[in-house]
C-alpha cells in the first residue's frame, strides 16, 4: 500500500478510530489524542506496516491498542499522582462534545465500566465499531475462543447489571426510550 492509499485509508477511519483510541484509554480525550496521533506516527514512518492480513481498520485498531498499551505502561507512575486532576480535566474540556448526557447513558455508561476490561473491549469492538467477534479478536490479540467468551460474559454482566438496577429508574426509561446502546444486548 503506498502513501496515498495509506493516508486515504487513515482518514476514511479517523472517526471511528479515534472512538476505538477513547476506548483504549478509558475516556481520557487528551491521552486518546495523543495515543492515536502516535499511532498515525508509527503507520506513516514505517513502524507499524500493514500485510493485509485483515481489514485495514482491524489492523490499525490493533495498533491503536498496542499504542495504548505502551503509553499505559510508560506513564504508569505519573498517572497515580495526576489521576484526579486528569479526570478533572476530561470534564472540563472544551471540544464540543455534548456535556449533558441523558440519566440513561449516564447509568448504561456506569455499568459498562464496571465490566472487566476484555468484556468492555470486545463489547465496544462488536457494538460501537461494527466489528465481528473474529475481527476483534484479532485487535484485541486474543484467540476467537477467548473473544467470544470474554463476548457472551459481557452481554451476561450487563443484563445482571441491568435486572439489578429494574427498581431505579434506569430500567423503566430504558424501556421507554428504546435505547439503542441497550437494545444491542
Known amino acids: ?13 479517523h472517526s471511528v478510530c479515534y472512538g476505538w483510541a477513547l476506548n483504549c484509554c478509558s475516556h481520557d480525550r487528551t491521552e486518546a489524542k495523543d495515543v492515536l496521533q502516535m499511532a498515525y506516527m508509527k503507520v506513516l514512518e514505517g513502524k507499524a506496516s500493514y500485510k493485509g492480513q485483515s481489514s485495514f481498520k482491524t489492523w490499525f485498531f490493533s495498533v491503536i491498542r498496542n499504542t495504548a498499551a505502551e503509553e499505559w505502561r510508560r506513564h504508569w507512575f505519573r498517572r497515580l499522582g495526576l489521576a484526579k486532576f486528569a479526570q478533572e480535566q476530561v470534564t472540563a474540556s472544551d471540544d464540543g462534545e455534548p456535556r449533558d448526557m441523558s440519566e440513561v447513558s449516564k447509568a448504561f455508561r456506569s455499568i459498562f465500566a464496571k465490566l472487566p476490561g ?9 457494538f460501537y465499531q461494527d466489528m465481528s467477534v473474529q475481527e476483534a479478536s484479532v485487535v484485541m490479540g486474543v484467540s476467537i475462543g477467548s473473544a467470544r467468551t ?36
Open 1 to 13: 500500500m503506498d502513501e496515498i492509499e495509506l493516508r486515504a485509508q487513515l482518514e476514511k477511519h
Open 118 to 126: 476484555r468484556q468492555q473491549e470486545v463489547l465496544h469492538l462488536v
Open 150 to 185: 470474554h463476548y457472551e460474559r459481557g452481554k451476561e454482566n450487563m443484563r445482571k447489571f441491568l435486572r439489578h438496577t429494574g427498581t431505579e429508574a434506569l430500567s423503566s426509561e430504558v424501556r421507554e426510550c428504546g435505547s439503542a446502546e441497550v437494545r444491542k444486548f
